[in-house]
């Protein structure tokens, strides 16, 4: 029942932009703290971006300044904002919803960023 659905990946330039979707069905994201992890080829899957229900949000140091995430409550979606990509974005990005002892992942969409 509960769904998290990534859209938006693709192929793009070094300096270029994406903006990554994540719609949720299932739960009301208002209440989960959402999160953008990726994980690239022989890598462990890492933190990107976070955002609390209260809209605190967090970045990995290797995306400040770059990426931003946020969330349309009325939609039920998070969005992650990546401008100015370099090729070491390149990674499968998954969407992340959290509220207590529950947890759910995306499936994933891929990013690659070519130099």
């Known amino acids: 029942q509960v769904q998290l659905v990534e859209s938006g990946g693709g192929l793009v330039q070094a300096g270029g932009s994406l903006r990554l979707s994540c719609a949720a069905s299932?739960?009301?994201?208002?209440?989960?703290?959402m999160g953008w992890y990726r994980q690239a080829p022989g890598k462990q899957r890492d933190v990107v971006a976070t955002?609390?229900?209260?809209?605190?949000?967090n970045y990995a140091d290797s995306v400040k300044g770059r990426f931003t995430i946020s969330r349309d409550n009325a939609k039920n979606t998070v969005y992650l904002q990546m401008d100015s990509l370099k090729p070491e974005d390149t990674a499968v990005y998954y969407c992340?919803?959290?509220?207590?002892?529950?947890?759910?992942w995306g499936q994933g969409t891929q990013v690659t960023v070519s130099s």
């Open positions: 299932g739960i009301s994201c208002s209440i989960y703290a």
């Open positions: 955002i609390t229900a209260g809209g605190s949000t």
């Open positions: 992340r919803a959290n509220w207590g002892a529950l947890g759910y």
